[in-house]
C-alpha cells in the first residue's frame, strides 16, 4: 500500500514539472539533490542514519531522522519542501505547510492535495519581478554613475582647494609685507601728531593752571578783604566775640548769634589767624558772608524768616537758600556759588592741619577728561566726527598731522583686515583638505549643502561635515543636534554610517545625537528621520556616493530557476 502511494507521489511529481528532457525525482526534491533519490536502489536517508527501500519516499511516513524520505508530505516534523516555481524564484518551506490550505508557492506545488485551488501564477509574478528588479538595477547603475561624477568632482575640488591655498599663502604674504610696511607708516605719522597734540595739551593744562591761579588768588582775596573787616580790633585774630557782633551769622535767625553758631563757622576754634581763617573759617562763612553783602535791603524784621525752632539751636550747615527773598540775582553770581559750595563740601576737616596748602583747593580740574583723551588717542583712535565739530581745537598744522595719521591709521587697519580675512579663509580651507570625504573623495561634493526632511513635527536638517539640526514646525528656535564627528560604519563598510555627535544637551539626559545612515539612491536626499531613543535620532540618507558596481549578469538567478526545470 505504502509503495502505491510513493509511486503515484512520485509520478504526480514528475508529471508536474516534466518537460521534455528534464531529470525527474520526487516532489519537493530541490535540482541540486536529486541524484540522491534514485528509484532502482534504496534511499540512503541524507544524514546518513539509515536506509529504507526507495518505495518508502513520500510515502506520508516519516522514516529518516532528517525528514529527508518525505520531501513531498507534511509527514515529517523537521522536513523542507522545494517548490521550482518555474518562470520565477524558486523557495524552500518547512513542509508542515505542504497541503496547509495556503499557496505558498507560486507554482501551486504545495497544494497538490488540498482544496487550496492554488493557480500557478509564477510566470505573471516572475515577469513583474525581472522588471523590479531590472529597475533596481537600473537605478544602481545610474548611482553607480553619479558616484564616479561625484568622485571626479571631489578629486577637482581638492586640487582646486589646493591651489587655492597656494594662491592664497602668497597673497597672505604679501597683505603681511603691506601690512608691516602700514604699520611702519602709521607709527612714522603718529609720531609728529603726538608730539603736536602734547604740545597742545601741554598749552592747554598751563592755561588752566594758571586760570585755576588766578581764581585761588581772588579766593584768597576775598577771604583777606572780609577777614580785615570781620577782625575788629585788627589783631590779626578773629575771635567769638567779633563773629558774634555780626548779624551776618544768625543762622536761626532769633535776633542774635549764638556762641555755637559764632563757633560752628570759626570751624569749632575760639580764633583763627588769618591762615587758619582763609583754609577754614572762610570756605564755611563764604555763603553766607557775600550773601549777606549783597542783599539790597537788609532784614527789618524776622517775618520772612521761619520760627526758629528748639532743634536749630545747634548751629544747621550754612545752607545756600536760593529761595531766599532777599538775594539780588542780577548780583549773585550764583555760578560761582555753586562752585564754592562745591568747594565748601571738600574742605579739609577739622583734624586737618589746616596748613594753607594750594593742593587743599579744589579747584575745576579738567585733567582727568585730557587723560581720556589722551588714551584713546593713544589707541590710535580716529577722533569722531562729533568731538571734531564740537573742538575744532587744532591749529593748521597740528590738523594736518592728524590727518595725515588718520590716514595712515586707516590704512593699516585695511591691511590688516586684509590678513585676517585671508588668514580665516585659508585655515578653513586648509581644515577641508585634512577631513575624510570618502576613499575616493566622493562625499566632498556634499559639503556646504544641505539636506531638509519634514515629518509631523519638525524639520530636520542634515548638512554633511558640519551638523544636524532640528526644527519645530511650529517655527520656534533650532536644537542642534549634532556636529559633525567621523564616519562610523562598520569595517569594510565605513562610509555607510555618519555620526553627527555633542548637539543640544537634553534635558536630564544625555547630549543629541545624530546617526546618519546611507544607502545607494541616485540623489542625494534625506528621506527619513526617526528619534529612537530619546535625543538619539537616525537620518536615513540616499546618495550615489555608496552606489557599488552592479552586477554583471542580471539574469544569473533566472538562468539558475530555468536550468532546475
Ligand atoms: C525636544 C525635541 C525632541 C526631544 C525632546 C527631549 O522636544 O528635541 O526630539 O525628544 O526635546 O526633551
Not at 35 to 45: A, G, L, N, Q, T
Not at 195 to 205: P, Q, V
Not at 535 to 564: G, M, N, Q, R, W
Request: a negative charge.
Amino acid at each position: 500500500m505504502r509503495g502505491l502511494i510513493a509511486f503515484s507521489l512520485f509520478c504526480a511529481a514528475a508529471g508536474s514539472v516534466v518537460r521534455a528532457a528534464q531529470v525527474l525525482r520526487p516532489r519537493g526534491v530541490p535540482l541540486s539533490k536529486a541524484s540522491f533519490y534514485d528509484p532502482s536502489r534504496d534511499f540512503s536517508c541524507l544524514d546518513g542514519s539509515g536506509s529504507i527501500p526507495f518505495s518508502y519516499v513520500n510515502d506520508d511516513y516519516c522514516d529518516c531522522q532528517d525528514g529527508s524520505d518525505e520531501p513531498g508530505t507534511a509527514a515529517c516534523p523537521n522536513g523542507f519542501f522545494h517548490c521550482t516555481n518555474a518562470g520565477h524564484a524558486p523557495l524552500t518551506l518547512p513542509s508542515s505547510r505542504v497541503n496547509d490550505g495556503v499557496c505558498d508557492c507560486c507554482d501551486a506545488s504545495d497544494e497538490y492535495a488540498s482544496s487550496a485551488n492554488c493557480l500557478d501564477v509564477c510566470r505573471e509574478l516572475g515577469r513583474a519581478a525581472r522588471e523590479e528588479a531590472a529597475k533596481k538595477r537600473e537605478e544602481h547603475l545610474e548611482g553607480y554613475q553619479l558616484r564616479q561624477a561625484m568622485i571626479e568632482d571631489g578629486h577637482k575640488r581638492k586640487k582646486e582647494a589646493e591651489s587655492k591655498i597656494e594662491e592664497l599663502q602668497k597673497e597672505k604674504e604679501e597683505a603681511d609685507t603691506v601690512r608691516t610696511e602700514k604699520e611702519e607708516l602709521k607709527k612714522v605719522a603718529e609720531e609728529p601728531e603726538k608730539e603736536a597734540l602734547e604740545k597742545y595739551r601741554t598749552a592747554d593744562s598751563e592755561k588752566k593752571a594758571e586760570e585755576n591761579a588766578q581764581q585761588k588768588e581772588k579766593y584768597e582775596g576775598e577771604a583777606r578783604e572780609a577777614f580785615a573787616h570781620l577782625d575788629n580790633n585788627a589783631d590779626g585774630l578773629l575771635s567769638m566775640e567779633e563773629m558774634m557782633s555780626r548779624q551776618t551769622f544768625d543762622t536761626n535767625r532769633d535776633g542774635q548769634v549764638s556762641e555755637e553758631e559764632a563757633k560752628f563757622y570759626l570751624n569749632q576754634e575760639e580764633t583763627l589767624t588769618l591762615d587758619t581763617f582763609i583754609s577754614t573759617g572762610w570756605p564755611l562763612m563764604r555763603p553766607v558772608y557775600r550773601m549777606d553783602q549783597r542783599m539790597f535791603t537788609p532784614p527789618s524784621t524776622t517775618t520772612a524768616a521761619p520760627p526758629p525752632m528748639e532743634e536749630e539751636l545747634t548751629p544747621p550747615p550754612p545752607v545756600f537758600d536760593e529761595e531766599d527773598p532777599y538775594m539780588s540775582d542780577d548780583e549773585l553770581d550764583e555760578e560761582e556759588e555753586e562752585e564754592m559750595e562745591e568747594n565748601l563740601d571738600s574742605q579739609p576737616d577739622a583734624e586737618d592741619d589746616g596748613s594753607d596748602d594750594a593742593e587743599d583747593y579744589d579747584m575745576p580740574d579738567e585733567d582727568s577728561d585730557d587723560k581720556d583723551d589722551e588714551e584713546e588717542e593713544e589707541e590710535g583712535d580716529v577722533p569722531k566726527e562729533e568731538e571734531e565739530e564740537e573742538e575744532p581745537k587744532y591749529d593748521e598744522d597740528t590738523q594736518k598731522l592728524v590727518d595725515v595719521a588718520n590716514a595712515a591709521r586707516g590704512q593699516f587697519d585695511e591691511a590688516d583686515r586684509r590678513v585676517r580675512d585671508l588668514t580665516r579663509e585659508l585655515r578653513s580651507l586648509e581644515e577641508t583638505q585634512v577631513k575624510d570625504y570618502g576613499s575616493e573623495e566622493e562625499f566632498r561634493v556634499l559639503e556646504g549643502n544641505c539636506y531638509d526632511y519634514t515629518d509631523r513635527e519638525y524639520t530636520y536638517r542634515l548638512c554633511p561635515f558640519d551638523k544636524a539640526t532640528q526644527r519645530p514646525k511650529s517655527g520656534h528656535g533650532e536644537t542642534r543636534l549634532g556636529q559633525w564627528g567621523e564616519w562610523s560604519g562598520q569595517e569594510g563598510d565605513k562610509y555607510s554610517r555618519m555620526l553627527y555627535s555633542n548637539g543640544q544637551a537634553c534635558w536630564n539626559g544625555p547630549t543629541r545625537s545624530a546617526d546618519v545612515h546611507i544607502s545607494c539612491g541616485t540623489e542625494n536626499k534625506l528621506v527619513g528621520v526617526s528619534e529612537p531613543n530619546r535625543c538619539e535620532y537616525v537620518f536615513l540618507f540616499t546618495s550615489p556616493a555608496v552606489c557599488t558596481k552592479p552586477e554583471e549578469d542580471p539574469s544569473e538567478e533566472t538562468a539558475h530557476t530555468h536550468t532546475e526545470l
